[in-house]
């Protein structure tokens, strides 16, 4: 692997995300540091910046995540079916929602939309036919005025634990 590279360096900072549950900085550095990788602080803070990574609330600790490559979804250990990784991105993400017309209006923590809107194009949900995302808010764009209201239902369900 080549070490010099920012291209090289973020791959492996997604590697480690996968396979690692990191709850800091400097424990992604240590890693980075065994796989040849020497990074400052503030590099190190700018990758994961670029890269999009949150952190997210797992078994009670808080660990980074990056959405994977081609909008798979969450790299964080194994989230099971496209439901199951929904609900379990609803529930730790998913700060509120409302509809208006055909559109659904979900708000994230800062940084947590585009994680939680590659979790609901992944599992396809019933009526709803795309996401758009920003920092913290995701636009749904459901199949009708009539589904928006179900929709908007089934996220703060998910989110609730109750879908």
Sequence with gaps: MITGTRASRH?????LLTRHEVQSQTQLSQLLAEQGFSVTQATLSRDLD???AVKLRRE???VYAVAAEGGDGLTVASLGE???RLRKVC???????EWAENLVVLKTPPGG?????SAIDHARP???LGTIAGDDTIMVITT???AAPVVTEHFLQLAQGQA
């Design 60 to 62: 009670g600790q808080l």
């Design 91 to 97: 529930n730790d993400l998913l700060v509120s929602a």
């Design 144 to 146: 009708s005025r009539a």
């Design 11 to 15: 791959q492996a900072i997604t590697d």
């Design 113 to 117: 939309a585009s994680l939680l809107a």
């Design 82 to 84: 496209p439901d199951g």
């Design 126 to 128: 019933q009526d709803v």
């Design 50 to 52: 670029e890269l999009g």
